[in-house]
T-cell receptor, first 111, second 113 residues
Framework: SQQGEEDPQALSIQEGENATMNCSYK?????LQWYRQNSGRGLVHLIL?????REKHSGRLRVTLDTSKKSSSLLITASRAADTASYFC???????????FGKGTSLLVTP | DGGITQSPKYLFRKEGQNVTLSCEQN?????MYWYRQDPGQGLRLIYY???????QKGDIAEGYSVSREKKESFPLTVTSAQKNPTAFYLC????????????FGPGTRLTVT
């Protein structure tokens, strides 16, 4: 079952702007992960944040996690055309061994 | 795409035929997964395996079968019982199940006519 839901479904910005995507989930988690998928390709892991963490950074990426609201956000700063992709959040709820993915946010960054 | 290979990249089959998708990893990961992705949708779990000779059904296992005879290989068979098999299939592996990152292969796009 799909646990995470990303918002917005699609986002279009210009290079240099920041992009923010949100993810909401329904049940308790141990960790939440963000992945990126270029069109027609496999997913690439971006960042993992554990339930006892509130914020994590990796390069131009900043992820926050609010377990009280069951939500997470992914911020990409100073976006580039190469950031154009779909972004998915995934949680480890329900099974413990498999991830539940949302439907993703499609990000378009125009030069 | 890390150390996971999927072949072929594109696959075409006639309705009623079984087809097997290959997934091989050289990452020494115990856990492997198969997901299905439809246009504009997220990933749905078909099967997963935590260890050799063991596997569990995911959310949409009907019409699919798997085997895990070797640690590095986790082939998926799409049977004729799968009512809507045309989709993008992704294989992944991980060290620690859902507690760590998953490494994905490049995917196989299956078209059944």
């Amino acid at each position: 079952s799909q646990q995470g839901e990303e918002d917005p479904q699609a986002l279009s910005i210009q290079e240099g702007e920041n992009a923010t995507m949100n993810c909401s989930y329904k049940t308790s988690i141990n960790n939440l992960q963000w992945y990126r998928q270029n069109s027609g390709r496999g997913l690439v892991h971006l960042i993992l944040i554990r339930s006892n963490e509130r914020e994590k950074h990796s390069g131009r990426l900043r992820v926050t996690l609010d377990t009280s609201k069951k939500s997470s956000s992914l911020l990409i700063t100073a976006s580039r055309a190469a950031d154009t992709a779909s972004y998915f959040c995934a949680t480890d709820a329900n099974s413990g061994y498999a991830l539940n993915f949302g439907k993703g946010t499609s990000l378009l960054v125009t030069p | 795409d890390g150390g996971i290979t999927q072949s072929p990249k594109y696959l075409f089959r006639k309705e009623g035929q079984n087809v097997t998708l290959s997934c091989e990893q050289n990452l020494n990961h115990d856990a492997m997964y198969w997901y299905r992705q439809d246009p504009g949708q997220g990933l749905r779990l078909i099967y997963y395996s935590q260890i050799v000779n063991d596997f569990q059904k995911g959310d949409i296992a009907e019409g699919y079968s798997v085997s895990r005879e070797k640690k590095e290989s986790f082939p998926l068979t799409v049977t004729s019982a799968q009512k809507n098999p045309t989709a993008f299939y992704l294989c992944a592996s991980s060290i620690a199940g859902a507690q760590g990152e998953q490494y994905f292969g490049p995917g196989t796009r299956l078209t059944v006519t």
